[in-house]
């Protein structure tokens, strides 16, 4: 290893703890279908493999399109008894799930540092994120709610009332295998859909875990139905393009939510989009500089930079940027590189090669144009796909990593001079799913908000993700939230009813007063 951040170090599968074999031999390796385990229509199956060290965790069942029809069919047959049972049944329900998730949240943190190489502290963190939006729609469940009243001219009385929209095919990423599986289930089965998952090829394991625990609380047999595949488009069209389907929510790239909308769009479906992100961090000349840099740290390295709601482009007012730009570094520098169930460890690995190859690229090009290397800029030798945490300064208009979303530990600088050029900078994207500002000027902040073209917005903080807050963008980011009130209404279909004036005779006028 070539850099001053630490090495990692890594654990065979003959190596491994005693509590990391159980808790493997515990992941349910088959797909989810009716209420039961079991094969692959043709017994396929694929290897999970730790990023960390590249040794395989588990072999799972690898769904066929048949499969994913047959996991429809499951979700069908138990719509009409989902869809009527009592909402304080469904509320319950999700009560027990997350109240038993926080009794295991060890394993699952313990999972997901597994297969998808987070640093332990943080997968615990998604453990209590992901656990929210469990208890979050639990209450949500029960407060699903309309409106009765009279129509303006007096003639009648109009009832807007709310049902589910019927079956959902959910499509979850691999960077949060659990926050991003309970983001979408909790709100469809506290609106009263049944639901096919498809979890990332890459960590299907937290996702198949999990599911496990909503049968073990009581969910009925169909009501979630899971399908992990290597082949996601030969599963996804069928299902797509079956009428029986009524809603399809997905978390990725944006040209893959394209293809998706596109296959949608030939059923008309209700869609959730929450697609990539290119967010802009600004740090004006009066920002507080400790708060200031602790967001940054927050708001670029959490998940190891493998956020869609990652810091991308970092503009800091020319006045501040060397003092910022030295704060920043220090502690980067200080930061351990390492298999995630280590002591101490900050940065974890990327997912795989083929991310390490990307943000080396995007660092390669923007030194080529002329951006200073602060520390960092290089994989790490050895075991597992890691890179080491990195910041540039002095990127140049034009570099790669200013358009491409990172999805890796890199922090790169540029200034600005006024607040129009940095508001300007911030909007020069096709991406709007979040922003981050720090300024002590109130009036500032409140420009800042209208101002600046995204779904989301931290204003003074690194963070800005809550079960109770609607999450998602706009512009080529997606469409549709998830989370606070308006996740559980993208479940819900909204039905107005004209009755007659009821003080009216249907056959003599006034009879009834």
């Not at 639990?138 to 009832?159: D, K, Q």
């Not at 929209?165 to 659990?178: K, R």
């Not at 983001?183 to 609106?191: D, N, Q």
């Not at 802009?280 to 390295?301: H, R, T, Y």
Request: net charge negative.
């Amino acid at each position: 290893m070539t850099t001053e951040t630490n090495a990692t170090t890594t654990a065979p599968a003959a190596d491994r703890t005693d509590a990391e074999r159980e808790l493997l031999a515990r992941v349910p390796t088959g797909l989810l279908v009716d209420g039961a385990w079991q094969p692959s229509a043709d017994g396929r199956t694929f290897a999970v493999v730790d990023p960390a060290t590249g040794e395989t965790l588990l072999d799972i069942a690898d769904a066929t399109a048949e499969d994913g029809v047959r996991a429809l069919d499951a979700a069908e047959a138990a719509k009409t008894g989902w869809a009527t049972t009592p909402p304080r049944h469904r509320a319950e329900l999700l009560r027990r799930a997350f109240d038993l998730l926080q009794e295991r949240r060890e394993d699952f943190a313990l999972l997901m540092t597994l297969e998808m190489g987070k640093p332990l502290a943080e997968a615990r963190g998604e453990v209590a994120y992901g656990g929210e939006f469990l208890r979050w729609f639990s209450e949500e469940a029960v407060r699903i709610g309309g409106s009765y009243g009279t129509n303006p001219e007096g003639t009648g009385r109009a009832t807007v009332s709310h049902k589910p929209v019927g079956p959902a095919f959910l499509i979850t990423p691999w960077n949060f295998p659990l926050a991003m599986a309970t983001r979408k289930i909790a709100p469809a089965l506290a609106a009263g859909c049944t639901v096919v998952v498809k979890p990332a090829e890459l960590t299907p394991l937290t996702t198949l875990l999990f599911v496990d625990l909503l049968r073990e609380v009581g969910l009925p047999a169909g009501v979630v139905n899971v399908v992990p595949t290597t082949r996601a488009a030969d599963v996804s069209a069928p299902v797509i393009a079956d009428p029986r389907l009524r809603k399809l929510s997905f978390t990725g790239s944006t040209p893959v939510g394209r293809t998706l909308l596109a296959q949608a769009a030939q059923n008309v479906l209700r869609t959730s989009m929450e697609l990539g992100g290119n967010a802009p961090f600004l740090v004006f000349a009066d920002a507080d500089l400790d708060l200031a840099v602790e967001g940054a740290l927050a708001a670029k390295f959490r998940n190891t930079g493998q956020a869609c709601t990652a810091a991308n482009r970092f503009l800091v007012h020319e006045d501040i940027v060397d003092e910022f730009t030295r704060r920043v570094t220090a502690r980067v520098e200080a930061m351990r590189v390492g298999r995630g169930t280590e002591d101490d460890v900050a940065i974890g690995p990327l997912i795989d090669d083929r991310a390490v190859d990307k943000a080396h690229r995007l660092v390669t090009d923007a030194l080529d144009r002329g951006a200073t290397l602060r520390t960092g800029g290089h994989p790490v030798d050895g075991p597992g796909t890691f890179y080491a945490p990195t910041v540039l300064t002095d990127v140049q208009p034009g570099s790669d990593l200013l358009r491409d979303e990172i999805f890796g530990p890199v922090l790169a600088i540029r200034t600005f001079r006024t607040e129009d050029e940095a508001v300007a900078a911030a909007n020069d994207t096709e991406y709007g799913l979040v922003g981050y500002a720090f300024t002590e000027d109130p009036a500032r902040g409140q420009r800042l908000m209208e101002r600046l073209e995204t779904g989301m917005l931290g204003l003074n903080t690194g963070v800005v993700s809550n079960a109770s807050a609607p999450f998602g963008g706009v512009k080529q980011s997606g469409l549709g939230r998830e989370g606070g009130g308006e996740g559980i209404a993208e479940y819900l279909e909204t039905m107005y009813t004209l009755t007659p004036d009821p003080f009216r005779s249907t056959t003599t006028e006034g009879a009834a007063r």
